[in-house]
């Protein structure tokens, strides 16, 4: 175990900075409430909008598609590194 870090430490840190990581995590959840307010209102308008017109709404299902398989993939890029892809062989 390194002996520059100890639980301990970690708690003084988080004691001295208490009122900081308070205020920090209260901006954090504003944003995060501002942002999926956004979304929303921009995943609503955009399905009214084309959910009877077959070719847009293609293209919208599309695009949320690639918008949610892209970040997918960058995640097992990064882990399978780390974690491998599978069970490893049997001796």
């Known amino acids: 175990m390194n002996p520059s870090f100890s639980l301990g430490t970690f708690a003084d840190f988080v004691q001295e900075r208490w009122p900081d990581i308070l205020s920090l995590t209260g901006q954090h ?8 307010l956004i979304a929303t209102a921009l995943g609503v308008l955009v399905g ?3 959910w ?3 070719l ?4 919208a299902l599309t695009t949320a598609g690639i918008a949610i ?4 993939l960058a995640l097992l890029a990064l882990l399978s590194p780390l974690l ?8």
Do not use: E, F, K
């Open 29 to 36: 959840l504003a944003v995060l409430v501002i942002s999926l």
């Open 48 to 50: 009214v909008a084309v």
């Open 52 to 54: 009877n017109r077959p």
């Open 56 to 59: 847009p709404r293609t293209a």
């Open 69 to 72: 398989t892209v970040p997918s």
């Open 84 to 91: 491998g892809l599978g069970w490893g062989p049997r001796s």
